[in-house]
């Protein structure tokens, strides 16, 4: 072997340790999902397979166990995430369009505090968001969940930097014709900024279909919880559902995983938005 | 009738008008969900907060603020942050020019594997860990350890088996993203700059010091910047291992000891305190972030 072909060899190697490292937990995690969920709490997870023990009972019992209560979490999370996604990303589009096509008054304070709120962890704002949900009677409910977050500033960010490129000479041709502000937006600007929608939608479906600390806060009651917080609820010392653990979370992964199949470009483009300052 | 639509017609559409429609959706939720809650925290830290009435305390909050459990709080997450930069830095740079070169094999393979991991919620993540970092002899990460000869340890009952147990957990969910972040900067880098160094005789090392390096740096800040964020507002990946008790304040970060004071104890004002303490820690950041970014100079 070559100098070069040892060293190609040793990349290959370098890359596929990492490799390894970040696909055998999902294996571990496949596994564990079908042995019996108290052996898992006692013993933890260990690198035996003990095929003998292992059954497909755990998945049975998400759609038994507590009258199909997984099943609530599941339809909250896809609803929350479908809804939260399309208003979320119409909602910045809108923003963002309008910071980039146009010049107003008090435009660039707009866009820094975008900037700012871009980077600005809504943890610290948990107790009083919880205080105003009280008074807004939004707590445990999906409007509650969804209602801070519907306009995120990194998809308002995103949207006004793919808008900035827009050809505005479509715009003033248009308004020529007598379209209005609104109908250019939905009619010739919507089209084109078709690749940013894609990538925005995947990056808030991740979002919502992953969020926690917010939703671990509004929601308060058991039906009502998204997939993280059920399966959070879940790990308790006093708990009785363990079964649910590991094939719950398996089953609360698997769509993201499909659709990053079908979707890697648009989850990378999307997940890019700030990298790339403008 | 038909002048009242039409006069909403034409001023909703008038080019004064609109753009303000467009950005609005941003303009309230920053009110209602950002300043109103900010403004709220601010006079929260400064009372003392029972079932239904408030009384001002003056500063008695953030005099509290001097006792051990804030303190190992903020180590907690500065430690946290530290070494999650210190690893997610470095590595995934290697990493990057590694996928980046021409002549490596199976790079889409390697990238889509190693950024797999961010798929997950913290929460699904952070069981598998749990249970991998249990204490007995059998688990995953004392089988691992055993093969180097060391005995088995109580991962997350000790302080620094603990923040390696977080920091592992987040290397495994970030790697991929950072080194997307790194790629896309890389993919910057004109191929012109190399060819030059290559007729100047620069070998490898010198081109990474002297072109990849440098080149990256607004990659490498911003990097540093989220990581810095992410760092201090960890809260998830502590509720996944130890919910929201755990002995001696192991793994407890500063938004744990906001969600214990506030939701667990019922002290919202001592809470908001803290939570003072950590924007004012993002707000210093973030104008330095924004400061390196040249964003001041700009925008005039």
Known sequence: MSVKQVKLTVVVIILAFFAFFALAPFFFMLVSSFKPGDQIIKNGISARLDLDIMTF???????????????????NSVLITTIQTAVAVFLSSLVGYGLAVYDFKGKNILFVLVLILMMVPIEILILPLYKLSITLKIIDTYAGVMLP?????????????????????????ARIDGASEF????KIMMPLMKPAFGAMIILQAMFSWNAFVWPLIVLRSNENFTLPIGLASLITP????????FSGAVISVVPIIILFMFKQNSFISGLTVGGVKG | MKSIKNF???????????????????????????????????????QEIGFGEAEFIGLENYKKLFNVHYKNALLTSTNYTFWTILILVPLPILLAVLLNSDKTKFKNFFRSAIFMPALTSVIVAGMFFRYAFGEQASTLANSLIGLLGIGPITWLQDSIPAMIALVILCVWRWLGVNIIYFLSGLQGIPDAIYEAADIDGANSWDKFKYITIPSLKPVIIYV???????????????????????????????????????????????ASAIGITLLLIVLVVNLIQL???GLFKKED
Do not use: C, H
């Not at chain 2, 609109?18 to 925290?41: D, G, M, N, Q």
């Open chain 1, 149 to 173: 977050f519907i306009v995120p500033p990194v998809a308002v960010f995103f949207f006004r930097q793919f808008a900035v490129g827009l050809p505005m000479e479509l715009i003033d041709a």
């Open chain 2, 291 to 293: 400061n390196l970014f």
């Open chain 1, 238 to 245: 006093y708990g009785n559902s363990y079964d649910m653990l």
């Open chain 2, 8 to 46: 909403y017609q034409k001023f909703i559409n008038s080019k004064k008008v609109a753009p303000y429609i467009f950005v609005s959706p941003f303009i309230i939720v920053f009110l209602v969900f950002y300043l109103y809650p900010i403004i709220s925290t601010i006079i929260m830290s400064f």
């Open chain 1, 183 to 186: 109908g250019i937006f939905f």
């Open chain 1, 57 to 75: 009972k755990n998945y049975k019992t998400l759609f038994t166990e507590r009258n199909g209560i997984y099943l609530y979490w599941y339809k």
């Open chain 2, 224 to 270: 540093i910047t989220i990581s810095v964020f992410g760092g201090y507002k960890m809260f998830a990946e502590s509720y996944a291992y130890w919910q929201t008790a755990t002995p001696n304040d192991i793994g407890m970060t500063i938004v744990s000891y906001i969600y214990q004071t506030g939701f667990n104890n019922f002290n919202m004002g001592f």
